[in-house]
């Protein structure tokens, strides 16, 4: 995770991207395929190489003629070498339903946008382009992490959930900058980090599928995962005979309200001296603190009259001002951990929480938890999302709003 100097400055901290203001829709000029974006964000990142450059105009028309933001041009980005050094062949930038036929996309974030843009690839170049064809033999299945996620180096395609599971699972293919199974050559190897619900001595507990070696709790006997025999569903230790005093598991759900930007009660209100300055477009921090402000204060707000009424101050064309933060009682928290958050929601207080990676940014509000205390996970946090009535835990938030280049913060009440 990098870090933002910006989180530490006691007066501001952006707002930017709640919602992608381009269309990121599939654009062409003179042949080349490339992606609705604004022009700025159409360049090069440290590391890469290959070309870019933004197109007003395919010909004499408008390249992105459904955006009504003029400085959304057709972004045509080319890469051949990503980030972290790694050769690619035929990398270009798209939006992801372009990406077809023997085509794959990179998971680094090689490309600006939200995960509707990615860089679509051919193959590797240490690979010839063909993929994994070669024969490389099984998969390690050795331990591996993804930030303080363990997982297991399996077939990407293994990584999955099967018939009845309730859990998740994800493959991921670099841990930061670096791969995540670097111990294996072929390129389809990637982490595996899946979790699991099973019901075991006389309650349900969450297990993680790892190797043996890697487990310190107890495995669980029935297949659940995939690889072979030394990989096992690891459970957390009871910590204890018998039904024990509170269990592992416990549950929190805050009684609060959640705010949709888009409602019409205040979806187009502009909420500051810019014409693109609505609730709609950028107010996902607008909502949250609204929902937040209500639940901890008593009050019964919308996000138009904490606006109205000044509750809510701003800077810069949008951006909401740090004088709000001490006005309405919280205290920034960069990075925080879950156990902040945790222990913040057993007080009976929501936590407004900030995902941000290149180029995008969301707001959401934790009111509940369900899951193991003893093993904090960013599934079992509960949020409102202003946004997106999908986005139902923390994890999901930072799968769309969160990379290796991206930070978080939350704001505590005081």
């Not at 980030?83 to 990406?99: A, H, P, Y």
């Not at 993804?146 to 959930?161: A, E, L, R, W, Y």
């Not at 929501?350 to 290149?358: A, I, R």
């Not at 009111?367 to 205390?373: D, I, L, Q």
């Amino acid at each position: 995770m990098h870090f933002n100097s910006k989180l530490f400055l006691p007066l501001i901290v952006a707002i930017v991207g709640c919602y992608a203001k381009a269309s990121e829709n599939p654009c062409t000029v003179n042949g080349q395929k490339g992606v609705c974006l604004k022009k700025s964000e159409c360049k090069m990142y440290s590391g890469q190489k290959g070309s870019s450059k933004a197109y007003e105009f395919n010909g004499g028309k408008y390249s992105c003629p459904n955006d009504p933001d003029a400085d959304v041009w057709c972004c045509v980005k080319t890469v051949d070498t990503l980030i972290n050094g790694k050769g690619v062949i035929d990398g270009r930038c798209l939006n992801t339903k372009e990406c077809q036929g023997n085509k794959q996309t990179v998971s680094t974030p090689e490309c600006p946008g939200s995960n509707n843009v990615k860089l679509c690839i051919s193959g590797y170049k240490n690979t010839g382009g063909g993929g994994s064809s070669g024969n490389y033999g099984k998969p390690s299945e050795s331990a591996c992490r993804v930030g303080n996620q363990k997982g297991v180096c399996i077939k990407k395609g293994d990584c999955k959930m099967y018939t009845g599971q309730k859990g998740s699972s994800k493959a991921y293919e670099f841990n930061g900058n670096n791969y995540s199974c670097p111990n294996d050559k072929d390129p389809d190897v990637w982490c595996c980090v899946k979790d699991v619900t099973v019901y075991d001595n006389g309650k349900y507990v969450k297990g993680e599928c790892l190797n043996t070696s890697d487990c310190s709790g107890k495995t669980y006997n029935y297949p659940e995962c995939p690889g072979s025999e030394k990989v096992k569903l690891c459970l957390p230790n009871s910590g204890g005979n018998g039904g024990g005093n509170g269990g592992s598991s416990g549950s929190i759900s805050i009684k609060s309200t959640r705010f949709a930007q888009c409602d019409y009660g205040w979806g187009s209100f502009q909420y500051d001296n810019c014409r693109e300055c609505t609730i709609c477009n950028w107010g996902c921090l607008v909502c949250t603190l609204t929902t937040a402000y209500n639940q901890l204060q008593g009050k019964n707000e919308t996000p138009k009259s904490m606006c109205e009424k000044r509750l809510i101050t701003f800077y810069n064309q949008g951006d909401v001002d740090g004088f709000t933060y001490s006005r309405l009682g919280f205290t920034q928290y960069p990075n925080p951990s879950l156990k902040l958050i945790y222990d913040t929601l057993k007080k009976g207080k929501v936590v407004p929480f900030g995902s941000s990676k290149p180029n995008a940014q969301h707001w959401v509000t934790v009111y509940g938890f369900n899951g193991n205390p003893n093993n904090l996970q960013y599934s079992d946090f509960l949020i409102h999302d202003p946004g997106d009535t999908n986005r139902s835990n923390l994890q999901q938030l930072l799968n769309d709003y969160y990379n290796s280049y991206g930070s978080t913060e939350c704001l505590i009440y005081n």
